[in-house]
């Protein structure tokens, strides 16, 4: 799914016309899902056992992934 989205993205952007990332592509998203859980994965638990992670589900849509973090964070636009 996210390898599905990191190519719907490069594909869309270019053909809007903008530029590509150019770690958008297989090898380098392997990279990232490595780097995540050796580096933030961890800190996943940390952060639970301690009851202050906050949990956003970057799938929806922009204006409702804002909605939700403006609700966690107690900020005001």
Do not use: C, W
């Amino acid at each position: 799914m996210l390898l599905d989205r990191v190519m719907i993205r490069a594909r869309e952007m270019q053909e809007a016309g903008g530029d590509v990332r150019l770690d958008d592509n297989h090898e380098a998203l392997k990279v990232r899902l490595h780097t995540y859980d050796e580096q933030t994965a961890p800190l996943i638990e940390y952060h639970q056992s301690r009851a202050i992670l906050r949990s956003i589900n970057g799938f929806l849509p922009v204006d409702a992934v804002t909605a939700e973090l403006l609700t966690v964070s107690g900020g005001n636009r």
